[in-house]
């Protein structure tokens, strides 16, 4: 059974910076690709980043690209990161880690961050950006 757990969230001013981390256990990181979502208050979930570590791609959302870095580290454990710079108070949002099972390549390019093709999800954690 896969485990996904957050941390790394909290408060911070408006150009400030964030680490999150996803530690995830009960997955081998060759049979998964992975991706963080957000959601805030009366929105829908969004996915801002994903990584398919098998193929060394990554995909970031419009909104997020050039500030927000994903990195995934395979050992021991699995391990995900969310770098997050020069955060804007729009990226204020309870923020999860998700895996799905692995695809082919081209498959996952067409929809790397639909919330509908994961299956295993986090609790989240809150990051909130004050103006």
């Known amino acids: 059974q896969v485990q996904l757990l957050e941390s790394g969230g909290g408060s911070v001013p408006a150009g400030g910076s964030l680490n999150l981390s996803c530690t995830a256990s009960?997955?081998?990181?060759?049979?998964?690709?992975m991706a963080w979502f957000r959601q805030a208050p009366g929105k829908e979930r969004e996915g801002v980043a994903a990584?398919?570590?098998?193929?060394?791609?990554?995909?970031y959302a419009p909104a997020v690209e050039g500030r927000f870095t994903v990195i995934q580290h395979n050992g021991e454990r699995t391990l995900f990161y969310l770098q997050m710079i020069n955060l804007k108070p729009e990226d204020t949002a309870m923020y999860y880690c998700?895996?799905?099972?692995?695809?082919?390549?081209?498959?996952?390019?067409?929809?790397?961050?639909?919330?509908?093709?994961?299956?295993?999800w986090g609790q989240g954690t809150q990051v909130t950006v004050s103006s």
């Open positions: 998700a895996t799905r099972r692995r695809t082919g390549l081209e498959r996952w390019r067409q929809r790397p961050a639909a919330a509908d093709e994961y299956n295993s």
């Open positions: 009960g997955i081998h990181y060759a049979d998964i690709s």
């Open positions: 990584i398919f570590a098998s193929y060394m791609d990554t995909y």
